[in-house]
Protein backbone atom coordinates (compact mmCIF):
# COMPACT_ATOMS: atom_id res chain seq x y z
CA UNK A 1 0.00 0.00 0.00
CA UNK A 2 1.43 3.73 -0.74
CA UNK A 3 1.97 5.57 2.12
CA UNK A 4 0.19 8.44 2.54
CA UNK A 5 2.11 12.03 2.38
CA UNK A 6 0.00 14.06 4.18
CA UNK A 7 -0.81 13.06 8.12
CA UNK A 8 -3.80 13.75 9.64
CA UNK A 9 -3.76 15.45 13.32
CA UNK A 10 -7.15 15.84 15.34
CA UNK A 11 -6.84 18.75 17.58
CA UNK A 12 -9.03 18.81 20.57
CA UNK A 13 -8.74 22.11 23.09
CA UNK A 14 -10.26 22.58 26.18
CA UNK A 15 -13.24 24.97 25.23
CA UNK A 16 -11.80 28.13 26.14
CA UNK A 17 -10.30 31.31 24.76
CA UNK A 18 -7.14 30.64 26.03
CA UNK A 19 -6.86 27.27 24.95
CA UNK A 20 -8.04 27.81 21.74
CA UNK A 21 -5.79 30.18 20.41
CA UNK A 22 -2.46 28.28 20.86
CA UNK A 23 -3.53 25.45 19.80
CA UNK A 24 -4.98 26.51 16.69
CA UNK A 25 -2.04 28.12 16.10
CA UNK A 26 0.17 25.39 16.45
CA UNK A 27 -2.23 23.84 14.14
CA UNK A 28 -1.04 26.50 11.50
CA UNK A 29 2.39 25.64 12.43
CA UNK A 30 1.74 21.74 11.27
CA UNK A 31 -0.14 23.18 8.31
CA UNK A 32 2.24 25.02 7.03
CA UNK A 33 4.35 21.97 7.17
CA UNK A 34 2.00 19.97 5.09
CA UNK A 35 -0.13 18.01 7.82
CA UNK A 36 -3.90 18.28 7.29
CA UNK A 37 -5.59 19.45 10.68
CA UNK A 38 -9.25 18.98 12.36
CA UNK A 39 -9.84 21.23 14.83
CA UNK A 40 -12.13 19.98 17.66
CA UNK A 41 -14.56 22.65 19.02
CA UNK A 42 -17.80 21.49 21.27
CA UNK A 43 -21.18 22.59 19.98
CA UNK A 44 -21.70 25.37 22.20
CA UNK A 45 -18.08 26.65 21.22
CA UNK A 46 -19.08 26.30 17.62
CA UNK A 47 -21.79 28.51 17.90
CA UNK A 48 -20.68 31.47 19.48
CA UNK A 49 -16.98 31.80 18.41
CA UNK A 50 -16.24 34.54 15.78
CA UNK A 51 -13.86 32.37 13.35
CA UNK A 52 -11.90 34.67 11.08
CA UNK A 53 -11.53 31.65 8.30
CA UNK A 54 -9.84 34.24 5.73
CA UNK A 55 -6.34 33.50 6.66
CA UNK A 56 -6.81 29.90 8.02
CA UNK A 57 -5.31 27.29 5.09
CA UNK A 58 -7.38 24.81 3.67
CA UNK A 59 -5.69 22.25 5.32
CA UNK A 60 -7.31 23.12 8.60
CA UNK A 61 -10.89 22.47 9.19
CA UNK A 62 -13.32 22.29 12.51
CA UNK A 63 -15.36 19.43 13.32
CA UNK A 64 -17.79 19.54 16.69
CA UNK A 65 -18.64 17.09 19.99
CA UNK A 66 -20.47 17.93 22.35
CA UNK A 67 -20.28 18.91 25.86
CA UNK A 68 -23.66 17.85 27.20
CA UNK A 69 -24.08 21.80 27.28
CA UNK A 70 -25.08 22.83 23.33
CA UNK A 71 -27.06 25.67 24.36
CA UNK A 72 -25.03 27.42 27.42
CA UNK A 73 -21.49 25.78 27.67
CA UNK A 74 -19.80 25.37 30.87
CA UNK A 75 -22.68 28.23 32.06
CA UNK A 76 -25.22 25.88 32.14
CA UNK A 77 -23.39 23.06 33.87
CA UNK A 78 -23.29 25.56 37.28
CA UNK A 79 -19.88 23.81 38.07
CA UNK A 80 -16.46 23.01 37.29
CA UNK A 81 -16.98 19.31 38.38
CA UNK A 82 -20.41 18.85 36.76
CA UNK A 83 -19.45 20.31 33.84
CA UNK A 84 -15.81 17.95 33.52
CA UNK A 85 -18.03 15.08 34.45
CA UNK A 86 -20.30 15.57 31.64
CA UNK A 87 -18.52 16.32 29.07
CA UNK A 88 -16.16 13.18 29.67
CA UNK A 89 -19.42 11.30 29.69
CA UNK A 90 -20.88 13.10 26.48
CA UNK A 91 -17.58 14.17 25.10
CA UNK A 92 -15.64 10.44 25.00
CA UNK A 93 -18.87 9.04 22.97
CA UNK A 94 -18.77 11.77 20.29
CA UNK A 95 -15.15 11.75 20.12
CA UNK A 96 -15.25 7.81 19.38
CA UNK A 97 -17.72 8.56 16.56
CA UNK A 98 -15.67 11.39 15.13
CA UNK A 99 -12.40 9.20 15.41
CA UNK A 100 -14.38 6.53 13.52
CA UNK A 101 -15.96 8.70 10.79
CA UNK A 102 -12.47 9.67 10.08
CA UNK A 103 -10.67 6.10 9.77
CA UNK A 104 -13.78 5.01 7.76
CA UNK A 105 -12.22 7.69 5.14
CA UNK A 106 -9.56 8.73 2.59
CA UNK A 107 -8.28 11.03 6.06
CA UNK A 108 -7.59 8.65 8.79
CA UNK A 109 -6.61 10.15 12.40
CA UNK A 110 -2.47 9.40 12.62
CA UNK A 111 -2.37 11.87 15.65
CA UNK A 112 -4.19 13.34 18.28
CA UNK A 113 -3.62 16.50 19.86
CA UNK A 114 -5.11 16.93 23.24
CA UNK A 115 -5.32 19.96 26.25
CA UNK A 116 -4.45 17.86 28.98
CA UNK A 117 -7.09 19.17 31.10
CA UNK A 118 -8.92 16.67 29.18
CA UNK A 119 -7.28 13.47 30.10
CA UNK A 120 -9.47 10.94 28.58
CA UNK A 121 -9.26 12.23 25.17
CA UNK A 122 -6.05 10.11 25.40
CA UNK A 123 -7.49 7.44 26.83
CA UNK A 124 -10.11 7.08 23.39
CA UNK A 125 -6.65 7.99 21.21
CA UNK A 126 -5.49 4.86 22.67
CA UNK A 127 -9.08 2.81 21.88
CA UNK A 128 -7.99 3.44 18.24
CA UNK A 129 -4.27 2.41 18.69
CA UNK A 130 -3.24 6.49 17.43
CA UNK A 131 -0.44 8.50 18.90
CA UNK A 132 -0.99 11.02 21.55
CA UNK A 133 0.55 14.52 22.23
CA UNK A 134 -0.64 16.13 25.50
CA UNK A 135 -0.09 20.18 24.54
CA UNK A 136 0.03 22.27 27.59
CA UNK A 137 -0.65 25.94 26.90
CA UNK A 138 1.26 26.93 30.25
CA UNK A 139 4.81 27.80 31.09
CA UNK A 140 7.21 24.93 31.22
CA UNK A 141 8.02 25.70 34.70
CA UNK A 142 4.34 25.77 36.10
CA UNK A 143 4.00 22.14 34.34
CA UNK A 144 6.96 21.16 37.03
CA UNK A 145 5.73 22.77 39.96
CA UNK A 146 2.49 20.50 39.40
CA UNK A 147 4.41 17.65 38.83
CA UNK A 148 6.37 18.11 41.40
CA UNK A 149 3.25 18.16 43.52
CA UNK A 150 1.32 15.30 41.45
CA UNK A 151 4.04 12.92 42.40
CA UNK A 152 4.58 13.64 46.04
CA UNK A 153 7.89 15.32 44.90
CA UNK A 154 6.40 18.97 46.66
CA UNK A 155 4.09 18.17 49.75
CA UNK A 156 1.14 20.54 50.34
CA UNK A 157 0.83 22.70 52.54
CA UNK A 158 4.07 23.42 52.38
CA UNK A 159 5.44 23.74 55.24
CA UNK A 160 9.11 25.96 54.83
CA UNK A 161 10.16 28.30 52.09
CA UNK A 162 11.97 29.62 50.28
CA UNK A 163 10.93 25.97 47.89
CA UNK A 164 13.97 24.68 45.86
CA UNK A 165 12.90 22.70 42.77
CA UNK A 166 15.81 22.11 40.16
CA UNK A 167 15.70 24.32 36.74
CA UNK A 168 13.50 26.62 38.96
CA UNK A 169 14.60 29.72 41.02
CA UNK A 170 14.12 29.84 44.80
CA UNK A 171 10.62 30.25 44.80
CA UNK A 172 8.54 32.28 47.60
CA UNK A 173 4.75 30.84 48.26
CA UNK A 174 3.56 34.35 46.68
CA UNK A 175 5.73 33.61 43.73
CA UNK A 176 4.07 29.87 43.17
CA UNK A 177 0.72 28.51 41.12
CA UNK A 178 -2.61 30.23 43.50
CA UNK A 179 -3.52 26.47 44.02
CA UNK A 180 0.14 25.63 45.72
CA UNK A 181 -0.41 28.19 48.66
CA UNK A 182 -3.88 28.21 48.18
CA UNK A 183 -5.35 24.18 47.25
CA UNK A 184 -8.32 24.46 48.95
CA UNK A 185 -9.85 27.65 47.85
CA UNK A 186 -10.82 26.47 44.23
CA UNK A 187 -10.66 22.39 44.78
CA UNK A 188 -12.17 21.55 41.15
CA UNK A 189 -9.93 23.55 39.39
CA UNK A 190 -7.07 22.05 41.68
CA UNK A 191 -8.25 18.60 40.79
CA UNK A 192 -8.13 19.23 37.52
CA UNK A 193 -4.90 20.58 37.14
CA UNK A 194 -3.23 17.43 39.30
CA UNK A 195 -4.87 15.15 37.19
CA UNK A 196 -3.36 16.45 33.99
CA UNK A 197 -0.52 13.95 34.84
CA UNK A 198 -2.48 10.72 35.65
CA UNK A 199 -2.39 9.04 32.31
CA UNK A 200 0.71 11.50 30.86
CA UNK A 201 3.17 8.33 30.54
CA UNK A 202 0.58 6.78 28.01
CA UNK A 203 1.59 10.20 25.80
CA UNK A 204 3.57 10.09 22.72
CA UNK A 205 4.61 13.72 23.09
CA UNK A 206 4.39 16.05 25.85
CA UNK A 207 4.48 19.74 23.99
CA UNK A 208 4.98 22.95 25.84
CA UNK A 209 3.81 25.99 24.23
CA UNK A 210 7.16 28.19 25.23
CA UNK A 211 10.32 28.14 23.41
CA UNK A 212 13.76 26.50 25.17
CA UNK A 213 15.85 29.26 25.67
CA UNK A 214 13.36 31.07 27.42
CA UNK A 215 13.14 28.37 29.78
CA UNK A 216 15.98 26.14 29.71
CA UNK A 217 16.93 25.20 33.15
CA UNK A 218 12.81 24.40 33.37
CA UNK A 219 12.83 22.10 30.17
CA UNK A 220 15.95 20.72 31.09
CA UNK A 221 14.82 19.52 34.70
CA UNK A 222 10.95 18.76 33.20
CA UNK A 223 12.38 16.43 30.32
CA UNK A 224 14.30 14.10 33.00
CA UNK A 225 10.65 13.57 34.91
CA UNK A 226 8.10 13.93 31.95
CA UNK A 227 10.47 14.31 28.41
CA UNK A 228 8.51 17.61 26.89
CA UNK A 229 8.95 19.70 23.43
CA UNK A 230 8.99 23.03 23.56
CA UNK A 231 7.15 24.05 20.34
CA UNK A 232 6.53 27.82 20.63
CA UNK A 233 5.64 30.52 20.99
CA UNK A 234 2.71 29.97 19.22
CA UNK A 235 1.21 33.10 18.02
CA UNK A 236 0.83 34.09 14.47
CA UNK A 237 3.78 34.13 12.15
CA UNK A 238 3.29 37.61 11.39
CA UNK A 239 4.98 38.59 14.38
CA UNK A 240 7.75 36.01 14.39
CA UNK A 241 9.10 34.53 11.38
CA UNK A 242 6.79 35.96 9.15
CA UNK A 243 7.08 31.92 7.32
CA UNK A 244 2.88 31.55 7.01
CA UNK A 245 1.22 33.50 4.41
CA UNK A 246 -1.57 35.32 5.97
CA UNK A 247 -1.26 34.51 9.35
CA UNK A 248 -2.16 37.38 10.82
CA UNK A 249 -4.54 37.42 13.76
CA UNK A 250 -6.38 35.20 16.18
CA UNK A 251 -8.24 33.21 14.38
CA UNK A 252 -10.95 32.40 17.13
CA UNK A 253 -12.66 35.12 18.93
CA UNK A 254 -15.26 34.58 21.87
CA UNK A 255 -15.97 38.12 22.31
CA UNK A 256 -16.64 40.83 19.59
CA UNK A 257 -13.56 43.05 18.94
CA UNK A 258 -13.59 46.42 19.21
CA UNK A 259 -10.97 48.28 16.42
CA UNK A 260 -11.10 51.60 17.89
CA UNK A 261 -8.19 51.10 19.94
CA UNK A 262 -5.94 50.54 16.95
CA UNK A 263 -7.77 53.57 15.73
CA UNK A 264 -6.87 55.46 18.66
CA UNK A 265 -3.00 54.32 19.11
CA UNK A 266 -2.21 55.38 15.75
CA UNK A 267 -2.19 59.00 16.68
CA UNK A 268 0.01 58.51 19.72
CA UNK A 269 4.04 59.54 19.52
CA UNK A 270 6.00 55.98 20.32
CA UNK A 271 6.54 54.48 23.61
CA UNK A 272 3.70 56.94 24.85
CA UNK A 273 0.89 54.42 25.98
CA UNK A 274 0.14 52.47 28.65
CA UNK A 275 -1.71 48.76 27.39
CA UNK A 276 -4.02 47.40 30.21
CA UNK A 277 -5.95 44.32 30.05
CA UNK A 278 -6.12 41.67 32.78
CA UNK A 279 -7.66 39.35 30.79
CA UNK A 280 -11.04 37.85 30.45
CA UNK A 281 -11.83 36.03 33.87
CA UNK A 282 -10.70 39.23 36.00
CA UNK A 283 -13.16 40.40 38.27
CA UNK A 284 -12.03 43.28 40.45
CA UNK A 285 -14.10 45.08 43.08
CA UNK A 286 -15.09 48.29 43.14
CA UNK A 287 -12.55 49.52 45.40
CA UNK A 288 -9.43 47.88 43.12
CA UNK A 289 -11.26 49.36 40.28
CA UNK A 290 -11.19 52.74 41.59
CA UNK A 291 -7.54 52.21 42.51
CA UNK A 292 -6.48 51.13 38.96
CA UNK A 293 -8.79 54.14 37.25
CA UNK A 294 -7.49 56.58 39.54
CA UNK A 295 -3.71 55.56 39.32
CA UNK A 296 -3.87 55.33 35.60
CA UNK A 297 -5.13 58.67 35.42
CA UNK A 298 -2.56 59.59 37.99
CA UNK A 299 0.30 58.95 35.65
CA UNK A 300 -0.08 61.56 33.17
CA UNK A 301 0.32 58.80 30.66
CA UNK A 302 -2.13 58.20 27.92
CA UNK A 303 -4.31 54.62 28.15
CA UNK A 304 -5.91 52.00 26.63
CA UNK A 305 -7.74 49.85 29.01
CA UNK A 306 -9.27 46.74 27.78
CA UNK A 307 -11.83 46.06 30.41
CA UNK A 308 -14.98 43.19 29.58
CA UNK A 309 -18.28 44.15 31.15
CA UNK A 310 -18.26 41.37 33.90
CA UNK A 311 -14.92 43.96 35.04
CA UNK A 312 -16.63 47.18 33.78
CA UNK A 313 -19.44 46.91 36.51
CA UNK A 314 -17.50 47.63 39.37
CA UNK A 315 -15.57 50.69 37.86
CA UNK A 316 -18.36 54.09 39.16
CA UNK A 317 -19.86 55.40 35.84
CA UNK A 318 -19.10 58.60 36.29
CA UNK A 319 -15.03 57.85 36.73
CA UNK A 320 -15.28 56.18 33.46
CA UNK A 321 -17.20 58.84 31.62
CA UNK A 322 -14.36 60.95 32.95
CA UNK A 323 -11.73 58.89 31.79
CA UNK A 324 -13.17 59.23 28.11
CA UNK A 325 -14.22 62.40 28.23
CA UNK A 326 -10.53 63.39 29.00
CA UNK A 327 -9.03 62.33 26.21
CA UNK A 328 -6.26 60.14 27.94
CA UNK A 329 -7.77 57.12 28.71
CA UNK A 330 -9.71 55.00 26.14
CA UNK A 331 -12.03 52.20 27.75
CA UNK A 332 -13.05 48.91 25.47
CA UNK A 333 -15.18 45.56 25.58
CA UNK A 334 -12.13 44.04 23.92
CA UNK A 335 -9.32 44.81 21.47
CA UNK A 336 -7.01 42.55 19.00
CA UNK A 337 -4.43 42.09 21.71
CA UNK A 338 -1.71 41.52 19.29
CA UNK A 339 -2.28 44.13 17.26
CA UNK A 340 -2.22 46.61 19.99
CA UNK A 341 1.02 45.48 21.64
CA UNK A 342 2.80 45.65 18.71
CA UNK A 343 2.21 49.19 18.05
CA UNK A 344 5.04 51.46 18.36
CA UNK A 345 3.04 53.46 20.82
CA UNK A 346 2.43 51.07 23.28
CA UNK A 347 5.54 51.61 25.85
CA UNK A 348 4.72 48.82 28.45
CA UNK A 349 1.66 46.22 29.26
CA UNK A 350 -0.28 46.71 32.91
CA UNK A 351 -1.70 43.16 33.01
CA UNK A 352 -2.76 39.82 35.21
CA UNK A 353 0.67 38.03 33.84
CA UNK A 354 -2.13 34.75 32.14
CA UNK A 355 0.46 32.67 30.07
CA UNK A 356 -0.44 33.88 26.45
CA UNK A 357 -0.70 37.54 27.17
CA UNK A 358 2.92 36.90 29.26
CA UNK A 359 4.01 35.01 25.86
CA UNK A 360 3.02 37.71 23.50
CA UNK A 361 4.51 40.53 25.42
CA UNK A 362 7.71 38.54 25.44
CA UNK A 363 7.43 37.77 21.43
CA UNK A 364 6.44 41.67 20.77
CA UNK A 365 9.27 43.24 23.01
CA UNK A 366 6.89 44.88 25.44
CA UNK A 367 7.77 45.53 28.69
CA UNK A 368 5.54 44.66 31.73
CA UNK A 369 3.68 45.39 34.54
CA UNK A 370 2.24 42.48 36.31
CA UNK A 371 -0.97 41.83 39.03
CA UNK A 372 -1.13 38.15 39.17
CA UNK A 373 -4.42 37.34 40.53
CA UNK A 374 -4.40 33.19 40.90
CA UNK A 375 -3.56 30.06 38.64
CA UNK A 376 -0.47 29.97 37.01
CA UNK A 377 -0.13 33.85 36.70
CA UNK A 378 2.01 34.35 40.29
CA UNK A 379 4.54 32.15 38.53
CA UNK A 380 4.78 34.09 35.50
CA UNK A 381 5.12 37.13 37.43
CA UNK A 382 7.82 35.94 38.95
CA UNK A 383 9.83 35.04 35.78
CA UNK A 384 9.00 38.34 33.89
CA UNK A 385 10.81 40.72 37.11
CA UNK A 386 13.57 38.30 38.38
CA UNK A 387 14.42 36.32 35.48
CA UNK A 388 13.59 37.27 32.21
CA UNK A 389 13.83 41.19 33.92
CA UNK A 390 11.01 43.10 31.74
CA UNK A 391 9.25 43.78 34.07
CA UNK A 392 8.09 44.85 37.64
CA UNK A 393 5.37 43.88 40.17
CA UNK A 394 2.77 45.76 41.72
CA UNK A 395 2.42 45.03 45.71
CA UNK A 396 -0.64 44.81 47.40
CA UNK A 397 -1.00 46.69 50.70
CA UNK A 398 -2.30 45.09 54.01
CA UNK A 399 -6.19 45.12 53.02
CA UNK A 400 -5.23 42.91 49.51
CA UNK A 401 -5.53 46.36 47.41
CA UNK A 402 -2.99 47.27 44.82
CA UNK A 403 -3.13 51.13 45.75
CA UNK A 404 -3.11 54.10 43.41
CA UNK A 405 0.48 55.32 44.60
CA UNK A 406 1.97 51.55 44.17
CA UNK A 407 -0.07 51.50 40.35
CA UNK A 408 1.61 55.31 39.44
CA UNK A 409 5.20 54.15 41.33
CA UNK A 410 5.49 50.82 39.24
CA UNK A 411 4.15 52.58 35.72
CA UNK A 412 6.79 55.21 36.23
CA UNK A 413 9.29 52.79 36.97
CA UNK A 414 8.83 51.38 33.37
CA UNK A 415 8.43 54.13 31.65
CA UNK A 416 10.42 56.69 32.91
CA UNK A 417 13.29 55.72 34.90
CA UNK A 418 17.06 53.63 34.40
CA UNK A 419 15.61 50.02 34.85
CA UNK A 420 12.72 50.42 32.59
CA UNK A 421 15.00 51.30 30.12
CA UNK A 422 17.07 47.83 30.60
CA UNK A 423 13.31 46.63 30.99
CA UNK A 424 13.37 47.55 27.17
CA UNK A 425 16.15 45.96 26.23
CA UNK A 426 15.88 42.56 27.77
CA UNK A 427 12.38 42.64 26.07
CA UNK A 428 14.07 42.96 22.32
CA UNK A 429 16.20 40.20 23.61
CA UNK A 430 13.64 38.07 24.50
CA UNK A 431 11.79 38.84 21.16
CA UNK A 432 14.48 38.19 18.87
CA UNK A 433 15.10 35.03 20.49
CA UNK A 434 11.37 33.89 20.10
CA UNK A 435 11.73 34.87 16.72
CA UNK A 436 15.05 32.52 16.09
CA UNK A 437 13.10 29.78 18.12
CA UNK A 438 10.46 29.20 15.35
CA UNK A 439 12.07 29.81 12.57
CA UNK A 440 13.63 27.24 10.40
CA UNK A 441 16.74 25.25 11.93
CA UNK A 442 15.46 26.71 15.52
CA UNK A 443 14.69 24.89 18.62
CA UNK A 444 10.50 25.01 18.58
CA UNK A 445 11.19 24.46 14.20
CA UNK A 446 12.68 21.44 14.82
CA UNK A 447 10.95 19.74 17.65
CA UNK A 448 7.85 20.30 15.24
CA UNK A 449 9.52 18.54 12.87
CA UNK A 450 10.33 15.95 15.09
CA UNK A 451 6.82 15.25 15.98
CA UNK A 452 6.04 15.42 12.68
CA UNK A 453 8.32 12.78 11.88
CA UNK A 454 8.05 10.58 14.20
CA UNK A 455 4.11 10.40 13.55
CA UNK A 456 5.15 9.71 9.26
CA UNK A 457 7.01 6.48 11.14
CA UNK A 458 4.40 5.40 13.51
Given amino acids: ?127 FGILGAAFFTQMCGVNLVYYYVYRGLLTLPVSSTPISIP ?135 KFIWVAPNIERKNLPEELGKEINASGRGLIVNWAPQLEVLSNQAVGCFFTHCGWNSTIEALSLGVPMIAMPQWTDQPMDAKFVQDVWKVGIRVKENEDGIVSREEIKHCIKEVMEEEIGKEMRINAKKWKELAIEAVSEGGTSDCNINEFINAMKRS
Avoid at 16 to 43: A, E
Wanted: net charge negative.
Fill in 1 to 127: MEERECRHVLVVPYPSQGHLNPMTHFSKRLSSKGVKITIVTTIYISKTMHLQSSSLPNSIQFDTISDGYDEGGFEQSGSIPVYLSRMEEIGSKNLRELIQKYNSSDHPIDCVVYDPFLIWVLDVAKE
Fill in 167 to 301: GLPLLELKDTPSFIYQPGLYPAYFDMLMNQYANIHKADFVLVNSFYKLEDQVVDSMSKLCPSLTIGPTIPSFYLDKAIPNDTNNNLNLFELNSSAISWLKQKPAGSVIYVSFGSMVCFNTEQMEEIALGLMGTGF
